[in-house]
């Protein structure tokens, strides 16, 4: 079954994230990574939250609620960071790269397939662990903490920007190690690069830019335009000479 009109065969697609996936499983930093960063960025906005007293202003609550989502979205940030960057350089490294690039694969399932095998875990903890501090906060929080949290704008927009950072972060990620040769210098420059998304949502937490629903729609179409354009520019990036050496033709 070939998906006509979109350059890739959907079950050599899901091969490749099948494939992508044992790769990560069985990488105990990627593992660490997806459980201990997760846990660290949960706990400490939960905490902040349920530390607030009822009698604290609105402001002061409002602030604190914006930093304590600014802490939950670094989640669909860092993680597809780490993962993305070993998606090829890891492969480059260990020499299972080659054999892959000698199948059928074509460049686009190969891309779409590394990035899914990397969106889907990363997206999902995140939306789990944001699950997790809502139940929280409806639970064990005070009722005009649990009021204000659920009335706030940047609750809903937190579940939007979720999958645009994280597929930013994933195309990112993807371009340095399909660019750089060392998987820690990959990751780190990953992680550094997918950041500047965050300044803006930084911002908005600080109350510098106020989040209304409009403006958060406008931001959240504009990551997905970006998502987009950078998704045709890391395809550029796939081909095979490229991926094995981590030198395009231009470098040669």
Not at 192 to 216: D, E, K, R, Y
Not at 224 to 248: H, K, N
């Amino acid at each position: 079954m070939t998906a006509v009109g979109l350059g890739f065969d959907v079950p050599r697609t899901a091969a490749v994230v099948r494939k992508e996936l044992a790769d990560f499983r069985r990488s105990r930093f990627i593992v660490a990574t997806m459980g201990i960063f997760p846990l660290i960025f949960l706990t400490v906005p939960t905490v902040t939250i349920l530390a607030r007293r009822v009698s604290a202003t609105s402001p002061a609550l409002t602030k604190e609620l914006g930093i304590s989502l600014l802490y939950l979205l670094l989640i669909p940030v860092v993680i597809p960071s780490v993962t993305a960057a070993y998606a090829v350089a890891g492969e480059r490294e260990q020499g299972t790269l080659e054999p892959v690039l000698t199948t059928p694969v074509r460049r686009e399932e190969l891309l779409i397939g590394k990035a899914l095998a990397i969106f889907l875990p990363a997206a999902g903890v995140a939306y789990v662990v944001f699950g997790i501090f809502l139940g929280v906060v409806r639970l064990a929080a005070s009722p005009a903490v649990a009021s204000t949290v659920f009335a706030a704008p940047e609750v809903p927009a937190e579940a939007v920007f979720i999958p645009l950072l994280a597929a930013w972060s994933i195309w990112v990620g993807l371009a340095l190690s399909a660019r750089v040769g060392d998987i820690r210098a990959a990751q780190q420059l990953s992680i550094v690069s997918s950041l500047p998304p965050l300044a803006l949502a930084g911002l908005m937490s600080f109350n510098v830019i106020h989040p209304t629903f409009g403006f958060i729609a406008l931001v959240a179409g504009g990551l997905l335009v970006i998502d987009g354009g950078a998704y045709l520019l890391v395809s550029r990036l796939f081909d095979r000479e490229r991926l094995i050496t981590g030198v395009g033709r231009e470098g040669t």
